[in-house]
């Protein structure tokens, strides 16, 4: 379907499905919500009293943690009876990120290696690819120290005065290493095929700059590989306008299940965290589009309108990598090079996720703040140095970002449990960082573009 009808239906199914969650919550999924909350207070009722006694052995012990072991086990139950309701609606957000999955691997693949090999030189590779890095890092120290900035500014956390969680209560999500070691075992592949059957985008991109660079020190031999590879993500392209018209429906059931779940009120309960989050992510598009202007003048404005569809789908999905395909076509619609594109753009998913970036400073300072834990200023630094480490390479997939925060957090003793303010209202926050990653990625392509003297003068 033409690019202005799906940009519109995708705009609909966003509408449509926020009107029908809320029509399912009132009349199917809140009776479960009420269950929920009764047992998560009763539970919470029992923790208060196990505290006064300090004989485990004593009956009246027993009989309070077989209270809360049923408590635990209704919470669940509903839990899971909640999500066979809205299981035909999540199946059609899980169906359409699957397919995208299926496709960015050999996609970022196949389009590095061609954008490395056309760039023709080593030289040429490191020059660009120097310019990039450079872009990437300073765009993610930007993201993080504003979202660090943002959140003392305003401390929505301070509002919340909650205790110290016990300390065997878990999320249910697991943390990841922030050792050298892990981070290195992450970053290089032992299989190729693994990766790709992983979907670790960080190995891919590694993998395809060395056979990229090596493609093109083969001499006139590299034409037949390009000529193969530029073809194959041509037809990996056209699979992507066939799953992009799926993407409607994938919005419809991504939003509804969420509205659904949660209710309108969630939106309520977190206005403030929500809404002082998204001032900040206007506040990193603001300074991402001046200083785009700076280098681009006034083409940025025609490349942010060009962008609208990719962003909204960013949005409507939360996922990253749900755009990749459809921001590639804009911006070499925009008017720069594929050589540029498919070069940078892939790395910008390993290593630019700059609307990830600033939730990462401002959700883990939010969480000390919720339990009163007052973190000094050097510590707010080497905090945000660990992320800039362990977040490279996260994937553009929701959640990936709480996985990251719950290995850093731990470090600076501030509870994991923590993690549980969140991951109700995440997704609605995943949204805006997904559509912040999407414009970070393209103005750093535009603008490597222009320093290249890539981009086209329309």
């Not at 009722?45 to 943690?65: G, P, W």
């Not at 609307?355 to 939010?366: C, E, K, P, V």
């Amino acid at each position: 379907m033409p690019k202005s009808k799906l940009t519109f239906y995708i705009f609909i199914a966003l509408l449509l499905g926020i009107v029908a969650g809320y029509v399912l919550n009132i009349y199917y999924t809140n009776q479960y919500n009420v269950k929920i909350q009764q047992a998560d207070n009763a539970a919470k009722e029992i923790e208060v009293r196990f505290k006064s006694i300090s004989d485990t052995s004593l009956l009246a012990y027993n009989k309070l943690k077989a209270q809360y072991v049923a408590q635990v086990t209704t919470r669940k139950a509903n839990e899971d009876l909640q999500d066979k309701l809205l299981e035909p609606l999540t199946l059609l957000s899980d169906i359409f990120l699957r397919l995208i999955k299926m496709i960015v691997a050999p996609l970022v693949f196949t389009t590095l290696v061609v954008g490395v090999a056309k760039v023709g030189d080593v030289k040429a590779v490191g020059r660009i690819g120097g310019k990039t890095m450079l872009w990437f890092l300073s765009a993610s120290l930007l993201s993080l120290i504003l979202g660090m900035i943002l959140v003392n500014f305003f401390e929505p956390g301070k509002a919340m005065h909650l205790p110290l969680p016990d300390s065997d209560i878990s999320t249910g999500i697991q943390k990841t290493a922030i050792s050298f070691k892990d981070f290195i075992a992450h970053v290089f592949p032992k299989s190729f095929v693994e990766s790709m059957a992983n979907n670790e985008i960080l190995q891919i991109v590694v993998f395809s700059l060395f056979f990229g660079i090596a493609t093109a020190a083969i001499g006139e031999k590299r034409h037949i590989i390009i000529k193969a590879l530029d073809a194959i993500a041509y037809v990996i392209l056209k699979i992507t306008g066939y799953v992009m018209k799926f993407a409607p429906f994938a919005v419809f059931g991504a939003m509804a299940s969420i509205i659904a779940k949660q209710g309108l009120s969630i939106l309520a309960v977190y206005t403030l965290f929500i809404g002082e989050f998204y001032f900040g992510l206007l506040v990193l598009w603001l300074v991402l589009i001046f200083i785009g202007y700076l280098i681009l003048k006034k083409k940025i404005f025609k490349l942010i309108s060009s962008l609208k569809e990719p962003i909204l789908l960013a949005f409507s999905t939360a996922s990253s990598e749900a755009a990749y395909p459809k921001t590639m076509l804009q911006l070499e619609r925009f008017g720069c090079k594929d050589k540029i594109v498919s070069f940078v753009l892939p790395l910008g998913y390993s290593f630019n996720l700059d609307g990830s970036m600033m939730y990462m400073t401002f959700a883990s300072i939010f969480i000390a703040q919720s339990y009163g834990i007052n973190l000094l200023i050097n510590q707010q630094i080497t905090m945000l140095l660990v992320l800039m480490l362990t977040s490279k390479g996260i994937a553009g997939v929701p959640r990936a970002s709480l996985v990251v925060i719950a290995g850093t957090i731990a470090s600076f003793n501030i509870p994991e449990a923590g993690l549980a303010l969140l991951i109700g209202i995440d997704p609605l926050l995943d949204m805006g960082r997904s559509a912040t990653n999407v414009i970070g990625n393209s103005v750093a392509t535009a603008v490597i573009s222009k320093w290249e003297g890539a981009l086209e003068q329309h």
